[in-house]
């Protein structure tokens, strides 16, 4: 099983160059060198899951050593991280899979490919580790590949101008890890994540110090998660490719927050800062909905929704229940890889055209897409049979039983509106009639093998794994799981969902002339400008950064210029003046002044020598 765990390690990175090196010889092999480095990684992950016992892998590798300094590597492996390893392997593997077609007329294929494995290295090494040191440099091999990949169409300003503010956005919630490892490391003297765990269930630490440091890792959380008010990267992040879409910004990197504060739950439980992460993530929850509701890019609601069911999760957690949260957690990853690759497949048959409102009728053309996509669209939903109906309603049923009336609200209100926005993105895709001439016209068909084959897998496997929600809980946390109850709540929730899916249908369908009316009414406008801006909260931190950081620093570094350096050049004259007068005096001319003065001097120096011998 160690065999498969130096695999994990070491092969994403050797396969990057392999891809990069060899695809600069002859393309095609830069997509088989991913695909079997894919293949071979997934195959590890199930090798560790099925050899796997009762006691957690626990190695300890030599990580740098420069004479007696040695850094050690710790690789910590439990069910929480095989799980982290079957989604970030087995999604990473079917999405390569799929890039075959989606990215087979790109002239850059070599480099794309080489990133993404870069990509899965860094989630693997993040989710393996057992201090935090190990786990940030995971952390921030992913945020590097994010912005190599987003960037991918560097000379497009859109995507170059996306992958730069996804990097600085993360970026600053990463100081904020950073710090928490330098106060951990202080005053706890120990930066284990398992060794933190134990100290907050011994009381051993100082719950002011560990709150701070909580505070600050979910400050990191939020940054890689797309959470209020960190969101706005996440959206611009669409940029990319849709297949670093699925991959990253819907189904791994965008977990490694939650996977943080998953591991680290017994810490975060021991200082009270779940009752933070659950208020933040509730609102996170409600903007992420709202804001998806108005979208016209089939993408940007795609991420709205990412935001949203991430939010979701975060809840789970915050309000005590990691089973909860950890659950949504995969099958949020599962859903979601199948619905931005399914976009992935429109896009593609559209002739890349993005804008839902210029599609229809496509499931004339492409009727399987249409099915896969309705089977994701339902699961994101929270409709039973499929998965999301189960963690979802386990989420909101947590959040009822323990969360305070702030979350329960608007984390149901956002569990609500999942049905809405991602309907009327199916029937503007599918349904009607093409809204635009290339629609109408000749379509690139998905591939059975390539494209459809992916999306057939994640279909099924968002319908069949609801089988096992019980045993997926039970194998992350354990025996002892207190699941909510909440006499009704499933039944309000699927009752009110039923009649939001009928009026979204209803006026998507049948009344769009009514939704035009509506829509053309001043205040909707209103509302509909700050939904579909995202609450303008791009703007603001923009203003914020333009006028008062960068500005205040730009205007003290003027005064200080002009006030302060200047005045002393300025001054340096009137000194040199100054100083110039006072030995003008000296200058008589008489041999008796100019003995005297020497004398003098003389006298002062033979005074400091005796008064500095008798200091010492």
Known sequence: MNNAVMILMYMPFIGAVLAYV?????????????????????????????????????????????????IPMKIYIDHLSIVMLLIATGLGFLDIHFAHD????????????????????????????????GAFVGWEFMGLASYLLISFWYYKHSAASAGMQAFLYTRFGDIFILAAIAILFYYAGTIDLIKLNEMANTGELNKTVALVAALFIFMGAIGKSGQFPLYPWLMNAMEGPTTVSALIHGATMVNSGIYIVARLFDFFSYTDALYVVANVAALSAFIGATSALVQKEIKKILAYSTMSHLSIAFVGLGVGSLAAGM????????????????????????????????????IKTAPFVALFMAMGSLSLAGVPPFSGYFSKEMVVAAAWEWGNGFTKTFVTIAALLSIAYITRLWILIFLGEPRHEEIGGSVHKPSNLWMRLPLGILAFTTLFISIWQSDIIHYIVGDEVVEPHVAGLAAFMLTAMLIIFLIVVGLYVKGLNLLYK??????????????????YVEAMISWISKNIVVGAIAASARWFDTYVIDYVVNKTVDMTKWVYNIFK???????????????????????LILIIIKGL
């Open 22 to 70: 060899l695809g600069k010889a002859k393309k095609e092999l830069a997509f088989w060198v991913a695909e079997v480095v894919g293949g071979i990684l997934f195959l590890a992950s199930l090798v560790i899951f099925f050899k796997y016992s009762d006691s957690p892998i626990d190695i300890t590798l030599p990580w740098i050593k420069y004479g007696d300094i040695e």
């Open 102 to 133: 989606y990215m087979g007329e790109d002239p850059d294929q070599p480099r794309y490919y080489a990133k993404v494995l870069f990509f899965i290295g860094g989630m693997i090494l993040l989710v393996i580790t057992k201090d935090l040191i």
């Open 327 to 362: 659950l949504h957690l995969v099958n949020h990853a599962i859903f979601k890889a199948l619905l931005f690759l399914s976009a992935g497949a429109v896009i593609y048959i559209a002739h890349h055209q993005k804008d839902a409102w210029k599609l229809g009728g496509l």
């Open 518 to 535: 509506i829509g053309s009414h001043h205040f909707v406008q209103t509302i509909h400008q700050i939904l579909f801006n995202g609450y």
């Open 585 to 607: 005096r000296g200058h008589t001319g008489q041999i008796g002044s100019y003995m005297g003065q020497f004398v003098l001097g003389v006298a002062i120096i033979v005074i």
